[in-house]
């Protein structure tokens, strides 16, 4: 809404409104209502290219944007704030911000040092058919063969899966058929859901990269050029909008807006890590205490999380 596209969006978001989190083998459960919470949708899943597209054609409709196609950027200059582009245009500015992704041309560029975490694991995209339609509830499992996290869409017996699994259980799971994988998610999914049928869409490559700093001189990193997370908590585009909202209050001061921004992104960052505790399973499982599941049992934890993963906390 404040960035004003989400009528342009309702048409194709299919609302959330209820997300259940547990795992295989185990009692914990957590438990998030839209009801609960006493807001309209936990959250939305939009078809990223319509997100894309109307992000963009909403920021070129604005008079003094002026946007330019880029092939390459070759050099930047933080002494003249200059940025060479397509080999020879010079750009001169007195900020710039890059938000070019995971492989950040501009963070090379700068010589900005990485962290980098876990380079092999992967996340398979599946659409599921439903023999019933889905109640608006999007559910995470965590299994020995990895994190299945289920999505509703906006026909009502279709479902997104996102199947999230290290470099060892992909390596496990190879041999399965397709029948092979229908059975395991029919069986993990039991009771709750009527899968008929999978179909594989894509696949990405996952790793944490934190860069480790975000601000340089007059410069910015921003969106997954600063910080590329786990799928797990599905917080990487929020932390991408939360990077923008703070840079438009902070932009006069970099230190400043480095400052803020670190402190919130470091709250997702041990969300995702401790989600991702339970990933190799049951290796950690067993050896974990009071964890991410045990919260439904203490309400205002788990009010306080809710907030924070909708993107309503500070
Ligand atoms: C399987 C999966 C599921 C996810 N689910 C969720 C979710 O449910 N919720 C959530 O919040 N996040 C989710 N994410 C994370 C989310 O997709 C990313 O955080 C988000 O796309 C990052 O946006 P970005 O614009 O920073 O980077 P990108 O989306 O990578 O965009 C970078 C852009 O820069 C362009 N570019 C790169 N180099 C150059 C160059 N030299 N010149 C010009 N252009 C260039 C690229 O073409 C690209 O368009 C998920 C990610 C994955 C992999």
């Not at 944007?65 to 245009?89: E, G, P, R, Y």
């Not at 009527?194 to 860069?211: N, R, V, W």
């Amino acid at each position: 809404t404040t960035l004003g596209v989400w009528d342009a969006l309702e048409a194709v978001a299919c609302p959330i409104l209820s997300v259940h989190v547990s795992e295989a083998g185990r009692l914990g459960v957590a438990r998030f209502s839209a009801h609960e919470q006493k807001v309209p949708a936990l959250g939305y899943v939009v078809p990223y290219h319509t997100l894309q597209k109307t992000l963009y054609e909403k920021m070129a409709s604005h008079k003094n944007v002026f946007v330019k196609s880029i092939q390459s950027v070759d050099a930047i200059d933080l002494n003249t704030n200059t940025i060479t582009i397509n080999q020879t245009q010079k750009i001169q500015t007195d900020l710039i911000i890059a938000a070019d992704g995971t492989q950040s041309t501009c963070r090379r560029l700068l010589a900005i040092p990485v962290i980098e975490k876990n380079p092999k694991d992967i996340a398979e995209i599946h659409t599921l058919t439903l023999s019933e339609p889905h109640t608006h509830t999007a559910y995470e499992r965590f299994t020995e063969y990895g994190v299945l996290a289920v999505l509703p869409l906006l026909e009502k017996n279709k479902m997104q899966l996102v199947w999230t699994m290290t470099e060892r259980i992909a390596e496990k799971i190879k041999t399965w058929d397709e029948e092979h994988r229908l059975q395991f998610l029919q069986q993990t999914f039991e009771g709750r859901l009527a899968i008929q049928t999978m179909k594989k869409i894509s696949e990405f490559p996952l790793k944490t990269l934190i860069a480790k700093q975000q601000t340089l001189s007059s410069f910015v990193l921003l969106g997954n050029a600063a910080h590329t997370i786990y799928p797990v908590a599905a917080q990487g585009f929020n932390l991408g909008l939360r990077d923008v909202s703070l840079l438009q209050q902070y932009f006069l001061d970099l230190p400043l807006y480095e400052k803020k921004v670190s402190t919130h992104q470091k709250k997702i960052y041990n969300i995702t890590s401790e989600l991702l505790g339970l990933f190799e399973l049951p290796l950690v499982g067993c050896a974990r205490g009071a964890g991410l599941l045990n919260v439904d049992l203490i309400k205002p934890i788990k009010n306080k999380l809710a907030k924070r993963l909708m993107g309503m906390a500070p």
